[in-house]
DNA sequence: AAAACATATATCAAATCGATATATGGCTAA
DNA sequence: TTAGCCATATATCGATTTGATATATGTTTT
């Protein structure tokens, strides 16, 4: 699935600027399962115009640059009735986080420390942003369906780091460093 | 975190060629987190092999081609360690399916329930690979921790479509009924 | 008053993907 | 039996995508 059925996706449901299909696709419900950068995002509107997927309408703003505001066609919907009909691609998860954990002997104990509570704050602060998105699209029924989804993931996600903080950061840690004898005569060579 | 990196922490955990990289990065507990593909893989072996980073030993193998066996030098230990130094990206879920799920009047009932399916069983089968990961390399304390947050990640997506399977087959589309979980995590807001 | 930030569009080098080419041998169904 | 497919293995390359940056303007913060 590429930029482009992604932003006819996004257009089904309001018309929207380019910016703002970025802000949804990192703020908004969609955020927590497709992503998209303006380099694409530009490009693949610009190139749906001239197809005829969808339609701009120039929006002047006070006090703020004017704004391209696209629609979806009833061309627009056929590409995209077809480009949904593929079989979905397998889900993908990355996590730099569980990559650093993973190598966790290579880093200082007090980064470790660090990073493990800023990923509790991070998934905290998602799981909100998901139950605030819950609450104003809640007319839309598959949009809740999916939010829950993330919700519940998330959670189980959050509620396992909480509960095995200390199988990472337990108190009398192993055998990784390596202390150095007091030796007024020799200095240090490690900081 | 790029390629590089990669492919330097993999090879901190055992010696092993582009392919085997590959194939630890899509079957292995690593395939839960990271991704890559031979078009990033391959080029970056050999430059990382040009700066010293890593080594080769051609490995003739009998029935099969020969193996470039690569292995990490002190270099590239240091390297990966200035790396993981580095704060970790956020992570990033990205879904497919729940973005057809999201768009799913635009799509065949028969094809949803189809797709529906699949994911279920795809879910079962991810939880299952990690669980024989975990057996596996059961030596390496990190390993398992990080195999233990994709069970618990995955095991709950996976309960939340067994759950709310009748929300998107059932019947009648339009009065969706989401089973929300007990979430332990919703308790905290108030108390 | 300067700095930082938000809105808004756009471009581009660099990184990465996904598909394909090449080679070898084992397995298996017509 | 042999043609076709699959697994191992390396490599390349066009197309896509990212991530950073440029440009312009107004508001908010320091």
Known sequence: MNVRTLCLGILTFKEASGYEIKKMVEEDVFGHFIDASYGSIYPALTKMMAEGLVNVRAEEQAGK???????????????????????????????????????QEYLPKEHVAQIYQSQIEYLRDEIEKIRCCVDHHSTHPSMSFVAGFGEASLGAGLKYLEDNKDAILGGDNRDLKIVQPMDQNRKQKNA
Chains 1, 2 share one sequence.
């Open 65 to 103: 640059p004017d704004k391209k505001v696209y629609a979806i066609t009833p061309l627009g919907r056929q590409e995209l009735a077809a480009a949904l009909l593929v079989d979905p691609a397998k889900d993908k998860f990355k996590s730099e986080f569980m990559f650093q954990i993973m190598l």
